[in-house]
């Protein structure tokens, strides 16, 4: 019996909000249970043993200093030089959130 059917792909495909069309809900679930069979062979790899591994470039601090450089550093006028509004030091942009 198959553990993927079609309601369980409707149902992830709802909290994905992903739209998919009900012919094709059924060709998801049939390539979905092989890739799930893969997962449950690996569930019986022996791991105990094997020390995990976090970060595999064997680097140790690869995060720079956080330094302000001022050289590189805009002012406010040159920063708003190429706006093509502005107001009061800001940018002047249409609305990005509709109702």
Do not use: C, W
Not at 56 to 64: D, Y
């Amino acid at each position: 019996m198959s553990v993927i059917t079609d309601d369980v792909i409707v149902k992830v495909a709802k909290l994905a909000r992903l739209n998919i069309p009900n012919f094709k809900v059924s060709k998801f679930a049939s390539q979905l249970e092989p890739i799930l069979k893969h997962f449950e062979s690996l569930s019986k790899v022996d791991t105990p043993k094997i020390i995990p591994t976090y970060q595999t470039t064997g680097l140790h601090t690869i995060l720079r200093e956080d330094v302000v450089d001022t050289g590189r550093m805009f002012t406010q006028k040159q920063a708003l030089s190429n706006a093509p509004k502005s107001k009061d030091g800001y940018f002047v942009t249409s609305a990005t959130i509709h109702k």
